[in-house]
């Protein structure tokens, strides 16, 4: 007798488990197909050349309006539109060293707020490890004629002598082309204004040891005013001015001219292809609190669609009762980081708890308070909110290399049923 009922025991854990696995599993293929769709080529990087941005949103309010999502006032469709400056490389990108040509992404990186530029010029070095004060930099500085290409040596150590901040040096220089060599990883970024000068960053491998000529080609345009949407919709509850909001960006850096482009696989294809999977998820399974879904646009360029939605809300923040925000999903091998976990002890707590009774990740990290992705502007109007993150993974980071393949989904579905069941705690 006993005997039997162990072997039920076993038989129904063994059921139970492969259960769990199958939930897995389609959880897995569902984040999947969303990340290889909004990671394509087609997407152009979901930034503000050719229209991938657009072609993202559409993408994403297909998705809710299919499942039946609706928008969130009576008065206005799902997409939430704002403006803002962006400057742009949407076509020529070609810088050779010394005859041999580089390759856009991977040797180099033009500096987000660069000037076009199209000149072949000989090269002169320029080795600012002595300058040290501010006034020996305005001295420096009117030596910088536009007669060369200059390769800047040494910008760290005068940065730091001076108190300059490095990413400030691009719009402290005059018109004409610079050349700063890379030591560490080359990482994009977007900005909202042209400078006089064009930066060229160069990964320190790419660049040979005796440089004499560079031929530089690049296109820049401001675009003065880039419309962006974000998408808001909701399933209402039988509670409907109680809301649940989960949040992820959907933008990401675009194209560096014509031939290159980031895929944002990680940043932020996954956490917007969980936020995609808890809509279908709560589409099927309505719930007592209205459940609100926003992807952002703008996050890139600075926290801009979240901070226009926080300043034009499209229904009142103080129905919030959880804001969980989704940025970079890919891998939670080492689990996930809670940034505002010691903002709000007790929901993380029972987040905790969540997870060790059912084992949905390894290990959960708590942090503080952090300006770093769009659960910010609502945590600082008063709005409970997380942002989570997962650990894992190879690093690629704002760089050509943030791929769909490379995105593993380890223990990702175990984030979607953590959710979930946070989700409904909350609610009790
Ligand atoms: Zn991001």
Not at 100 to 112: E, F, M, R, T, W
Not at 330 to 356: F, I, Q, R, W
Not at 389 to 409: C, F, M, Q, R, W
């Amino acid at each position: 007798m006993f005997h039997r009922i162990f072997l039920l025991l076993v038989a129904s854990l063994l059921a139970l488990a492969s259960h769990a696995q199958t939930n897995a599993d389609s959880i897995a293929k569902i984040l999947r197909n969303h990340i290889f769709r909004l990671s394509s080529q087609g997407m152009m990087g979901r930034g503000y050349v050719g229209n991938g941005q657009k072609k993202a949103a559409e993408y994403i309010s297909c998705h809710f309006t299919n499942l039946g999502l609706t928008s969130v006032t009576a008065f206005t469709d799902m997409q939430q539109y704002y403006s803002f400056p962006v400057n742009t490389f949407p076509s020529k990108m070609n810088v050779t060293i010394n005859g041999k040509q580089l390759l856009p992404g991977q040797d180099y990186l033009v500096d987000a707020a660069s000037a076009p530029y199209n000149y072949r010029k000989s090269i002169a070095v320029k080795d600012l490890s002595s300058v040290s004060t501010t006034h020996q930099w305005r001295h420096t500085k009117a030596t910088l004629s536009d007669t060369c290409i200059w390769l800047l040596l040494h910008t760290d150590s005068m940065c730091l002598n001076t108190g300059i901040p490095s990413h400030q040096l691009p719009s402290l220089l005059p018109s004409g082309c610079y050349i700063i060599p890379q030591k560490n990883k080359l990482m994009w970024t977007i900005a909202d204004h042209t400078n006089a000068a064009t930066v060229v960053y160069i990964a320190d491998t790419s660049l040979p040891a005796l440089t004499t000529a560079a031929s530089v080609d690049i296109s820049a345009k401001l675009n003065k005013k880039y419309t962006a949407s974000n998408i808001v919709a909701c399933i209402r509850g039988s509670l409907p001015d109680s809301f649940i909001v989960f949040s992820a960006h959907y933008d990401h850096l675009g194209k560096m001219g014509s031939n290159t482009f980031f895929p944002g696989a990680s940043d932020n294809a996954s956490g917007t292809a969980m936020l995609l999977y808890l809509a279908q998820y709560y589409a099927a399974h309505p719930q007592r609190y209205t459940m609100v879904f926003i992807a952002f646009s703008g996050e890139e360029a600075g926290l801009l669609g979240s901070a226009h939605f926080v300043q034009n809300p499209l229904f009142p923040l103080a129905n919030i009762k959880m804001l969980c925000n989704l940025d970079i999903m890919g891998d939670a091998t080492d689990g996930v980081t809670v940034v505002n976990a010691t903002m709000h002890p007790k929901e993380y707590e029972l987040l905790t708890s969540l997870n060790n009774q059912h084992h949905f990740l390894p290990t959960i990290k708590s942090r503080g308070k952090a300006a770093n992705s769009d659960h910010y502007y609502f945590s600082e109007a008063g709005v409970p909110a997380f942002f989570l993150y997962s650990n894992g993974g190879k690093g690629y980071y704002h760089d050509i290399y943030d791929k769909p393949e490379a995105v593993t989904l380890q223990n990702i579905p175990g984030v979607a049923n953590l959710l979930i069941s946070f989700a409904t705690e909350i609610q009790k």
